[in-house]
């Protein structure tokens, strides 16, 4: 608690904040002791008198000093301001924990009344009581308290429902604590934090709301003035004699600002804070020479693909594959293992503050690392479909299901508003959507959950896909629509050859429909092996162990289910050796001294793992 | 040929199904509700008033047989509730009394001065509008993702400046500038078309800065959206991206509380009205109050609140075409 009221206090902005409001708080005690006799000192011989050595803000038309009776005035403002505060927040808590007191029938109606009261804006409150209470200060008050009232009921009701919610609370009420003495002892105590922070910035507004009635004349009435008074007076003179408005509508904003932003800083203190990122330029990688040469038939050629982001951290350290026209390649590994980034930076997804570098990055032999060009922009938005995991998120609530569509043909493919509609129904056709035409015409919250990825897909079909990457596409579906969209894939791959990288956690899934599987570990690729015969061919611990998580129809089903031991390593503090090192039953002196390279064999099958050649047959 | 009554039932079905109509219900509904409890409010404002309106009106000085004969023909010697019914049967008639000062009918003077309001209120909230919207999508498009952080410092600071300071206090700033200072604009009155430069900008400079920063938040959150990702994936160009993608979603959230912002903004007429003599409703309330000439302040107070009303079913409507899933959510 003292930590975070001290962190209010080490921003800048908070330091300012506290410092201009205890000026204000000082001034409102010290002023009125020391220029009340001049403020007060009527002087007909200078009445409206400009600057002078004097009076450096002039007199007003009773030729008393400006400057020292907008000093005075700061008590009384402050003060006002204060109680009125005081008799909101006193309103609003009554209000706001009258639902808790009266039981739920009453509090319901004391409910629907704070919110209709919300909706009107404080100073039509503030008139409307103005009008009951009467002009003047004490009338001004209770005006200004009971309109800021409503508001803070409305938000003492959201902390209660939340503490009332929390389990001490139950606890409490079982033990057959009595209602007022829960709100006392329990609730108020645990909302406290909040609501002192919204008073302190009502108070800042209350101040500049009690100037504004003031101002109109519906406030502090002469002989007693206060900022306001002050400033209404000024006005009609501002043509001979603009200090006598400016000056207290100068003092007003400071003192209003001091309160608001002690008040935001106190808020900030106590929320999280976010920290500034630094942000770094894109670097052009160092020239290496290329290991090695994809075959003409490639689709996608990457080498060496790093992502970084400030901190510094690296989730992609390295990665290099290739995929060939209508072949079907996986990656796997658990979350964090840097699937999706690697899919993203491929798809030149990544934003900054996020860093992307590679020694090679090739899609249908154009190079993606430089230019961003119309041509390029062309070419990936036709060429390279994307299928992400969410389809509920993905996709533009506020735009119908058909224009989202459509405007791929239209940006890429120059196709006017009804063709690419059209073209956008028969893609819908095509992933097996029924009733496309009026389906088109919806919007996304309209569609089921498979509908929406099915959709998805059929916007990377809109124009004539080489590669589609689909990052845990089928994650969020459940088991039977699972199949569907797979198969769905499966059949566009067949159909038109296009290559497919699926990106999943689930080995079962990349088994099914990829040719290949490339296994992720720390942000490296630390295996690379034929998908069809994996139980067979899996050499790396990691990838054994993922295999051997997999339940299928010979796991003992009495035995608890086989878990990788250990957690996934962290991407901000990577041991020197082998990432797996810690976790793996193999691991050695080496693998904790050196990070094991990727090697291929003859066959192409590549392992990182200084003891791949122990582990041969079936895994456990 | 299948019968009229089975072609009928799914019509019906649908018509009954229609989201848009049980949104519009719904809506409708609670306007009744808040309408209901604002004539009510302002009938009760009269009677809650310590001691004795009249009274307090005509002065200590009035005889009581002429402080009598007003209550009398206000009817404040009725019970309470033949005196609820009479005002309810007023309102709906369209007859709002007559001033106890000026002797005109309430509805004369509002029919005066309402145009002179609406007029500041619509030239605000356009300019709000108008200056926010690309001003807080600029600046997320521009600080996103931690970029160009004194830009962003030096929006957030002097936004939360422009938005702290009362549009009264912005209106005399503006008068010493510009119509003191520089001698540009008319100080006060509403006559020549430049008369209306200066009020406006007082009433839109600050919902224009709060605006500016929520639609800023609301656009960078947005940014985060999957569906960007998947528009940025479509490879439109940014000025799609952001325009059709990220705008009407950032709207959506801004216009929720945005809305809250410009009923504030019609209250705003009464300071800065008083700022520039301007003849419309909120010179008319102040004086009324002053010269506790109840008729007229009731009337104000009513036409006030109905288009507090009428600005959040604005609101409602809006976000309900922006955004088709509001219509389900419960409100």
């Known amino acids: ?620 | 040929m299948a019968s009229p009554t089975a072609a009928m039932a799914p019509t019906l079905e649908r018509f009954a199904d229609n989201v848009w109509l049980r949104f519009g219900l719904r809506r409708l509904g609670r306007l009744l509700v808040s309408v209901w409890v604002l004539l009510t409010a302002a009938f009760l404002m009269i009677h809650l008033i310590p001691g004795d309106p009249v009274r307090a009106a005509l002065g200590i000085a009035a005889p009581p047989e002429l402080v009598a004969a007003r209550r009398e023909a206000l009817g404040l010697n009725d019970p309470l509730w033949l005196q609820y019914v009479h005002y309810l049967r007023d309102l709906f008639t369209g007859d709002l009394g007559v001033s106890t000062i000026t002797g005109l009918p309430v509805a004369q003077v509002i029919g005066d001065r309402l145009p002179a309001t609406v007029e500041l209120a619509l030239g605000g909230f356009g300019l709000a509008v108008a200056i926010a919207v690309p001003l807080g999508l600029g600046m997320a498009v521009l600080t996103r993702g931690g970029r160009r952080r004194q830009a962003e410092l030096a929006f957030t600071s002097s936004s939360v400046l422009l938005a702290a300071v009362p549009e009264f206090l912005v209106a005399v700033g503006l008068v010493y500038v510009f119509s003191v200072a520089l001698g540009w604009a008319p100080v006060a009155g509403r006559s020549s078309p430049d008369s209306y430069i200066l009020p406006i900008v007082a009433l839109a400079v600050g919902p224009a800065a709060a605006l500016a920063r929520i639609v800023r938040v609301e656009t960078l959150s947005v940014l985060q959206a999957d569906f960007i990702r998947t528009a940025r994936a479509k490879r439109l160009p940014d000025r799609l991206v952001y325009a059709r993608h990220a705008l009407p979603n950032a709207l959506t959230a801004t216009i929720t509380i945005g809305g809250l912002l410009l009923s504030g903004l019609v209250a705003g007429t009464v300071l800065v009205e008083n700022v520039f003599a301007w003849p419309g409703l909120g010179s008319t309330i102040v004086q009324s109050i002053l010269a506790k000439d109840y008729p007229v302040v009731q009337a104000v107070v009513l036409v006030y609140g109905l288009g507090v009303l009428v600005v959040n079913l604005a609101v409602d409507v809006t976000l309900a075409l922006l955004d088709p899933r509001s219509t389900i959510r419960e409100s």
Request: hydrophobic content about 50%; glycine content about 10%; overall charge positive.
């Open chain 1, 1 to 620: 608690m003292r930590s975070r009221w001290g962190s209010v206090l080490r921003t800048p902005v908070g330091v300012s904040a506290a410092a201009l409001l205890a000026a204000v708080l000082l001034l409102a005690v010290l002023a009125p002791l020391v220029w009340s006799a001049e403020a007060d000192a009527i002087d007909t011989g200078s009445i409206l008198r400009g600057s002078s050595a004097e009076h450096w803000m002039g007199t007003d038309n009773l030729g008393r000093d400006i400057f020292a009776r907008v000093m005075v005035a700061t008590r009384l403002s402050v003060v006002l301001a204060l109680v009125a505060t005081s008799i909101g927040v006193l309103a609003g808590l009554v209000l706001g924990t009258a639902p808790l007191v009266l039981g739920a029938r009453a509090g319901r109606i004391v409910t629907a009344a704070v919110n209709i009261a919300v909706a009107f804006p404080g100073l039509l409150l503030a008139l409307f009581f103005a009008v009951i209470f009467g002009v003047g200060a004490t009338g001004a008050l209770l005006a200004i308290g009971f309109a800021i009232a409503p508001g803070f009921a409305r938000l003492t009701q959201t902390l209660v429902a939340r503490v009332a919610g929390l389990d001490f609370v139950a606890a409490a009420r079982l033990a057959g604590v009595g209602r007022a003495r829960l709100i006392v002892r329990h609730i108020l105590p645990n909302i406290g934090e909040p609501l002192m922070v919204n008073a302190t910035i009502a108070a800042g507004n209350t101040l500049l709301a009690f100037a504004g009635l003031s101002f109109l004349g519906l406030g502090v009435q002469p002989p007693a003035y206060d900022w306001g008074r002050l400033l209404g007076d000024g006005l009609g003179g501002i043509y001979i004699h603009p200090a006598a408005a400016l000056a207290p509508g100068v003092a007003v904003v400071v003192a209003g600002l001091a309160f608001n932003l002690f008040g935001e800083a106190m808020a900030k203190g106590i929320g999280r804070q976010t920290a500034a990122v630094p942000v770094r330029r894109w670097r052009r990688p160092a020239a290496t020479p290329v290991q090695r040469v994809p075959g003409p038939d490639a689709v996608l050629a990457v080498e060496g693909l790093r992502v970084s982001f400030p901190g510094p951290v690296t989730p992609v350290r390295g990665v290099g594959f290739t995929v060939r026209r209508g072949e079907a390649v996986g990656i796997v590994g658990e979350s964090g293992s840097g699937k999706t980034l690697t899919a993203l930076a491929i798809a030149r997804l990544i934003e900054e503050p996020g860093e992307v570098s590679a020694d090679r990055l090739e899609f249908l032999g154009k190079d993606l690392r430089t230019g961003s060009g119309p041509a390029l922009r062309r070419l990936l938005g036709t060429s390279l479909a994307m299928v992400f995991q969410d389809p509920t998120t993905s996709f533009n609530p506020t735009r119908r299901m058909g224009r989202q569509l459509a405007e791929v043909a239209e940006v890429h493919q120059g196709l006017g508003r009804r063709p690419a509609l059209a073209r956008a129904v028969d893609r819908l056709r095509a992933v097996r959507i029924p009733a496309a035409e009026r389906r088109a015409r919806q919007f996304p919250h309209e569609f089921s959950g498979g509908m929406r990825q099915r959709a998805m897909i059929g916007m990377g079909l809109m124009g004539t896909p080489a590669l589609i990457v689909a990052d845990e596409p089928t994650t969020a579906l459940d088991v039977t629509v699972q199949k569907q969209v797979l198969r769905l894939l499966e059949r566009i791959r067949a159909d038109d050859s296009v290559a497919i990288l699926l990106i999943s956690h689930d080995i079962a899934v990349v088994r099914e429909v990829c040719d290949r599987v490339l296994v992720m570990y720390a942000g490296r690729i630390v295996e690379e092996l034929p998908a069809a015969d994996m139980h067979r061919l899996a050499r790396h611990p990691y990838t054994r162990a993922l295999l051997a998580a997999v339940p299928d129809m010979t796991t003992d089903r009495d035995r608890p289910l086989a878990a990788i031991p250990g957690r996934p390593a962290d991407p901000t503090r990577l041991p020197v050796g082998c990432a797996f090192a810690p976790r793996c039953p193999l691991a050695d002196e080496q693998c904790v001294r050196e990070d094991p390279p990727l090697v291929a064999d003859v066959l192409g099958h590549r392992v990182a793992c200084w003891h791949a050649d122990l582990v041969v047959g079936e895994p456990r």
